[in-house]
Every structure is written in structure tokens, then in C-alpha cells.
């Protein structure tokens, strides 16, 4: 309608000059506005037929906005305290902000507190934002002393988006103003916006937590910039909250604990991302793997072995080359042959570290012929794989070089491609509840299917189409909660992934099952048909831990080190009241490991206190004590990881509680 606009659904009468700001002032919650599907400042002039709706500021798109918009006052509290300071860009992260500088010195500790203060005086005196369109010149002439700025403007038209999306982006240039209670104009940048009305709106719900080098957009030829981070939230509470959850994942950081509990170390002599497993780790890698092992062949799947390295053509035939070759180490030549003066007389074949253990199974089903009989065939085996992961995003256990997949291929007739996929998510569920995670969500990853990533899924629209639905059907019969991902595909196609949360609450994508129609024709595999045609099988990757390397990782930081009692390292620690009780509980012991347990014994000269002290910092589940009331009554006393006791508990029954837990897959 010509004179009206739409706001929420609602239909509202237009009027020159009409705001959102007019419009929402009744909720003080609401900070901005989405103008016709963009995020907007409340001030903004409506035209006729507009369609807004509300911006609060707990909202994600709010909580955005307030997180940039402290960034600007980060950025005037910077500048009023170190005169000359340049800005770079400063646009909102997850959970925060930052903004680049370029600055004399890198900031001190006390620097942050001084800036964090003057930030704090600026939000209580009530500055408000002004947004303010200019022209390429005018927006040099205001930017006049801000080189970097002056660059963005210059690549304006260039660069649509990256990094200095914030501050251009497509469309007219803004710059936006900060106007004092007396209508000055104390600090502008240029920037898209939007932002609060009101730097009183950011309250006391924001912190200056730290800051780092940058580069100037990112390029070590750049300028060195200083970056300061900071969060912020929709009130104090809230912050605090974050605060603790901060705090309470660095206390359960699995690269501590790792080194704590001497379970894995990172030797920097080995390289980045090349993780290795100390004997303590080695046990809970070893029952991880006997386990889904055991699991996987009662399930239906066969144990084969594939090498590290193979021809390069592989991965060609796979397709893995081009498409997934930014991941893959650089190739070696292997079988060349050089004269003595070092001249090549015969070229080498190029190989390459396994980055996917699909295209060796696919080789092992085309061994020999196959039919429908053979079907669902299964081939599953724990394939160590190679990803040239940049050295920035490598992270302990979580992000690796090297990794140890729990991979599985099942290569089953097209039409029960359905059926096998709810066996494998069934199978992945069930598994990760065995490990005490019970929480889950599912993604669905799509193909992008016309921005700019469409060129990278290979295969035809059908076969997609159907792909795509026969997942996300079995995903529904789940009935877990299924998020969307599009564009999120493998290049050869769609995929479930099982995302769990832990004990704090983060989520962690973990199993994947990937229906592909591609590798199989790819490899022209092939079967037998009970009516003895020749027919394409489909293949069906799945990893249920996704690596063993990651998951160890999760499972330390969702247990904080204190293992399942079938998981820990060491089960049982005995340790005797005083010397004389050394032999009663080693008898007790034997019994234990003669039953399997993983029992140690504390005969070391500590005083008992410190021996106390010391297996409850190992976090092993169960420690046994005994004393003379024990010995004389043939018993042992427990003591639990939260300090409890549970005295006098007779050996027999003592042993028979350690192994149930052990079975049953107790925490304790
Ligand atoms: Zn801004
Ligand atoms: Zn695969």
C-alpha cells in the first residue's frame, strides 16, 4: 500500500518523516530495526510501503549491533587516550568485538583497565549515534587523518565484501557520528552501521578482555596493527554468565588436563598438529578403539587395512583432486631415477598422504565381482589420515594434521540406501551415548545451490534431489531437532551430521553419514542384480567418533579429566592407612588385576594424606583404602572422586562393584 508500511505484519499509516524510532518507542528493549530484510538504526527516515520489524537488543542481530557499537566507543576511549592512534577496521565477533589500531606501543595490561574505564564514562554520558551519508569526497575530508580509512574508501567499489565489509560494503557511504549532550560532535568513523540510538543503551554489560598483533586486513606485508577484544552483552548478568563459561572451559581445556594427567603431549620437535598419546592416553585410545571396533563388527561391518600413501591418479579417480586438494598434503615423487650427476633419467610417479580412506575401500569392493547377495557390504577400519590444515586453525586434539578416523563404507543397493542410513545414524547415536553423550542435534548439509560454491559439488541435479531426501527423511524419523546447513555438503554429496553437546554446553559436530552416487560411478562399481543386470551400487561414508584424535579431546573436556570408570587410565588406586596394611591391600589388588582392572597401589613414602591428595588430582574413580578394621574384617573402604566414603565394604563385594562398573559403563 502506497501510504502505509508493514511492520511486523501489521500495517501501519506512513507519514513523512515517520522513524522506527517513533514508531517502537514504547519498548525500550528495542534498539534497531530490520528495514526491508536489513538491519537499520531506529532513526532512519521510512519511504511508503517500507516493511520493518523490531531489533531487541538479546536478539543475535541486537546483540551484534550493541557488540560493534562498543567497539566504536572502544575505539573513541582509545583514541582520547593515546592521541595519534589510527583506526583499522572493528567489526562484531561471536560473543564479542574487536578493533584494530595502529599504535606507538602495543597496549600494556593497565592500558586495557584505563581504556575499559574511559569506555565505561562515555557509555554513561549518553552519546548519540548519528548516521550521516557522504559522498567519496566528504568521506575523505572527514577521514582525513585515518589512512586506513582512506584506503577502504579507495577500494570502495572493489571490494564488496571481506574484511572491510563494516565499514563499506555495497551501497552509499555513512559515517557515523558521536554527538555529545551538548550536540557536539566528539569522535565519527566510517562505518555501514547500524548502531544503538544511545551509547547508554551498552550499559554495564560489556568488558575489554585483551589484546593481540593484527595485521593490516590480515597480510603480514601490512602495517602491524594492535587489536583489542572485547564482549559484550544485554546486561551484567548475562556477562558474568559468559564470563564463567569462559572460565569453566579453560579450566576443562583438554591440552591442560592432557598435560595434567599425562595422557598426550604436542612435541614441537614433531610439528604442528601432530599430536602423540603418552601411555595413560594410549589406554583410553586403546579401549576407544577396542570397543567401536567390537561394536562395528557386531553390527554388520568387516575390518580391513589401507596404507598412508598411494598414487596421486587415486585421488583423481576419486575426485578428491581437484576438489578437496587445498587439504591435501603436497604430492612426493616416488620411484624416480637420476644419473650420477644427479640428472633425472626416468620420472617418478607423484603420491600422495591419504587424506580419505574412501577411494582404497572402493578399490577393495572392485576386487573381485559382486553381487546383490554380497550387499549391504560394509568395510570399516580405523584409517589414519592427513589434512594440511593451516598452522592457525590447528588446536590441540580438536584440529589436527594427523587423525585417526573410525571410517566406514557401505556399498549398498540404490534402493536401500534409506534403510542402511537409519542403521548408521541408530548405530552412531547409540555409540555416543556408550560414551555419555546424550545430547544431540542434527544438521542437514545441502549442496550451495546457486552461489558461488555450486561449481564444487560434482554430480547430477537427481541424484542430489534424491540424495538429499532420502536423508533428510531418515533424519526426521529421528525425531531430533534438524538444523539446516546449505552449502555445508561434501563435493560428492549430502550429508547428516550429528551434533552433540557437552557437560558445559558447547556443541561439537562429532559422527557424519554422507550419501554419495558419485565415487561409485566414479570407480565403476558394479553389481549383479537378482536379475542378473549389471547395477551401480550407492556408497554411504559414515565416521561415528569423526576421529579418534577429536573425540579423546570432547570427551576430556566434557569429563574434565574425570573419566567414565571403563575410560580412565587407572581404575583403582589402593592405598594402605600405614606400611603394615601394604601387603593386605596388594592381595586385594592382584584379585582386581587378575579380573582385568587397571589397579595401581600407593606404596610410595608419602604420608597418607598426600597419597589421598595425590590420586584424587589423578581423578581416578575408585580409591581403595585399608586400614586394621579393614584387614581384620576382610573388607576395604572406598573413596569416591567427590571425597565420599563408603567404609568396610567386604573384598568380594568390593571387586564385584568395581567390575559392574567397569560393564555397565558408570560414571562414579
Ligand atoms: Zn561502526
Ligand atoms: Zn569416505
Known sequence: MADSIDCAGESIP?????????????????????????????????????????????????????????????????????????????????DGYYFDFDVAEPFTPEDLKAI???????????????????????????????????????????????????????????????????????????CRGP???????????????????????????????????????????????????????????HRKI??????????????????????????????MEDYVRARHIEEGFEYVGTPHISKESLYYTSGHLPYYGENMFPAMSVDEVRDESGQVVKDGTPYRLKAMNCPMHNLIYRSRGRSYRDLPLRLFEFGTVYRDEASGVIHGLTRVRALTQDDSHSYVAQEDAGAEIRHLLNFVLSLLRDFGLDDFYLELSTRDEEGKKADKFIGSDEQWTEATRVLEEVAQETGLELVPDPGGAAFYGPKISVQARDAIGRTWQMSTVQLDFNQPERFELEYVAADGTRQQPVMIHSAKFGSIERFLGVLTEHYAGAF????????????PVADEFNDYLAEVAAQLRAAGVRVEIDDSDDRFGKKIRNASKSKVPFTLIAGGEDRDAGAVSFRFRSGEQDNGVPVAEAVARILDAIETKAQV
Open 116 to 190: 575499559q574505564k574511559r569506555a565505561a564514562q562515555i557509555v554513561k554520558s549518553g552519546q548519540t549515534f548519528n548516521r550521516v551519508v557522504v559522498t567519496e569526497d566528504e568521506a575523505r575530508q572527514r577521514m582525513a587523518n585515518e589512512p586506513f580509512k582512506l584506503e577502504l574508501i579507495d577500494d570502495k567499489g572493489h571490494a564488496s565484501d571481506g574484511d572491510s565489509a563494516v565499514e563499506v560494503g555495497a551501497g552509499e557511504l555513512t559515517v557515523y557520528e558521536n554527538i555529545d549532550r551538548k550536540g557536539e560532535v566528539v569522535w565519527q568513523d566510517l
Open 564 to 575: 567414565p570408570v571403563w575410560l580412565a587410565p587407572v581404575q583403582v588406586t589402593c592405598i
Open 195 to 253: 548502531h544503538l540510538p544511545n551509547t547508554k543503551l551498552i550499559g554495564n554489560g560489556f568488558a575489554i578482555t585483551r589484546s593481540s598483533a593484527a595485521y593490516w586486513r590480515g597480510d603480514q606485508s601490512n602495517a602491524s596493527l594492535q587489536r583489542v577484544y572485547g564482549t559484550a552483552w544485554a546486561s551484567k548478568d548475562d556477562l558474568k554468565a559468559y564470563q564463567d563459561r569462559i572460565a569453566e572451559a579453560e579450566r576443562r581445556d
Open 14 to 94: 506512513w507519514k513523512e518523516g515517520l522513524t522506527g524510532t517513533e514508531i517502537f518507542s514504547s519498548d525500550r528493549t528495542v534498539i534497531a530495526m530490520w528495514l526491508n530484510g536489513e538491519p537499520a538504526d531506529l532513526s532512519r527516515e521510512l519511504n511508503a510501503g517500507d516493511s520493518i520489524a523490531p531489533i531487541t537488543i538479546d536478539s543475535d542481530a541486537g546483540l551484534d549491533i550493541l557488540r560493534h557499537s562498543t567497539g566504536h566507543v572502544t575505539a573513541q576511549a582509545v583514541q582520547e587516550l593515546f592521541p595519534g592512534t589510527k583506526l583499522g577496521i572493528g567489526p562484531y565477533i561471536t
Open 258 to 287: 592432557g598435560a595434567e594427567l599425562d595422557l598426550f603431549s604436542f612435541p614441537e620437535e614433531l610439528g604442528s598438529g601432530l599430536p602423540v598419546f603418552h601411555p595413560k592416553g594410549g589406554v583410553i585410545k586403546r579401549e
